[in-house]
């Protein structure tokens, strides 16, 4: 079963200098837990909900957020996320995700096409989901 098939496309992206607030208000409005971060259409990172919630106090957004916690969310997307992200061609097999999650210890990989444009992104959830339908 090819890639192209699995991912989920399109891809929600920020860009390396958009904050923390933007990435914030994504991923409260969103159902996503990855982003992928590029600059100039070009892939550069992969930032987590998890890596989000490292970065920022529990106190954001609440009556007790304090100066630190707002200053927190004034950070950039690059200073967070994980760099030199592991990729999947949209063409591979899912046999070659699932040795790349294992491999490399990842939650969720960008797909790119043959120019290593991104195209979508494929998660550990979207594999689940498949085996699900299959087995149905």
């Known amino acids: 079963m090819k890639i192209k098939n699995l ?7 920020v860009e390396m200098d958009d904050s923390l607030a933007v990435v914030k208000e994504i991923f409260d409005n969103t ?6 971060v590029l600059e100039e259409g070009r892939l550069y990172g992969v930032l987590s909900d998890r890596d989000l919630f490292k970065a920022i106090s529990p106190g954001v957004g609440t009556p007790a957020e304090s100066n630190q916690d707002r200053a927190a969310l004034s950070r950039r997307a690059h200073q967070i996320m994980s760099r030199r992200p592991v990729v999947i061609e949209q063409e591979q ?7 790349l999650f294992e491999d490399h210890h990842v939650a969720c990989l960008p797909v790119v096409d043959g120019d290593e444009n991104l195209v979508g992104i494929l998660t550990w959830r979207d594999l689940l989901h498949t085996m699900r339908s299959l087995l149905a």
């Open 31 to 36: 159902h996503f837990h990855h982003l992928a």
């Open 7 to 13: 991912m989920s496309s399109p891809v929600v992206t």
């Open 93 to 99: 097999d899912v046999r070659d995700a699932l040795r």
